[in-house]
T-cell receptor, first 115, second 117 residues
Framework: AQSVTQLGSHVSVSEGALVLLRCNYS??????LFWYVQYPNQGLQLLLK??????LVKGINGFEAEFKKSETSFHLTKPSAHMSDAAEYFC?????????????FGSGTRLQVQP | KAGVTQTPRYLIKTRGQQVTLSCSPI?????VSWYQQTPGQGLQFLFE???????NKGNFPGRFSGRQFSNSRSEMNVSTLELGDSALYLC????????????????FGPGTRLTVL
């Protein structure tokens, strides 16, 4: 079974600082990879996804992530944090090539942005 | 285009009761998946429906069931509610192409928050 590990349940950065949220997966076959964001009392919104091709993926709101097969990682970054980025972020994977669309999620990282 | 809608948004039930939650996918989306979100277990996949058939199922007891209608709307039912069923239930829809790829983005609704007393 696949698993997703997000290092750090809470991350705090200053406004304008670099945001780095870590995600590692365990799977013998590289899965499809996703990052979602959840604001309080809301559902999940897709930030970006990696399926194939270029390993550096750009998403919405200035976020990007890089797929590194050798490190089984898909870390999320943003060069400069904004107060509006405060939310919970989830890394998720789905099976490659099976048609099974079920997402397996990490435990989430709550991002706090300090003024 | 309207997003995924879920009704009701909030629900309070007592142990032993049953509950039905509803999800309307984005127009044209044929796949609907359900997830349970709790502070202790995080986000867990319940099941997926496509063309009125359950395609995949997560590791949940038989008390959790669902169905999909011909217009792709979906309902999930939980019978004999337990305190541990208190959670945010999220529905997600995706546009499934002819290849049935799992790369299709899942778009989530706002969720139904179920409280079991």
């Amino acid at each position: 079974a696949q698993s997703v590990t997000q290092l750090g349940s809470h991350v705090s950065v200053s406004e304008g600082a670099l945001v780095l949220l870590r995600c590692n997966y365990s799977s013998s076959v590289p899965p499809y990879l996703f990052w979602y964001v959840q604001y309080p009392n809301q559902g999940l919104q897709l930030l970006l996804k990696y399926t194939t091709g270029a390993t550096l993926v750009k998403g919405i709101n200035g976020f990007e992530a890089e797929f590194k097969k050798s490190e089984t990682s898909f870390h999320l970054t943003k060069p400069s944090a904004h107060m509006s980025d405060a939310a919970e972020y989830f890394c998720a994977v789905s099976d490659r090539g099976t048609g099974r669309r079920a997402l397996t999620f990490g435990s989430g990282t709550r991002l706090q942005v300090q003024p | 285009k309207a997003g995924v809608t879920q009704t009701p948004r909030y629900l309070i039930k007592t142990r032993g009761q049953q509950v039905t939650l509803s999800c309307s996918p984005i127009s044209g989306h044929r796949s609907v998946s359900w997830y349970q979100q709790t502070p202790g277990q995080g986000l867990q996949f319940l099941f997926e429906y496509f063309s009125e058939t359950q395609r995949n199922k997560g590791n949940f007891p038989g008390r959790f069931s669902g169905r999909q209608f011909s217009n792709s709307r979906s309902e999930m039912n939980v019978s004999t509610l337990e305190l541990g069923d208190s959670a945010l239930y999220l529905c997600a829809s995706s546009l499934v192409g002819s290849s049935g790829s799992s790369t299709d983005t899942q778009y989530f609704g706002p969720g139904t928050r179920l409280t079991v007393l």
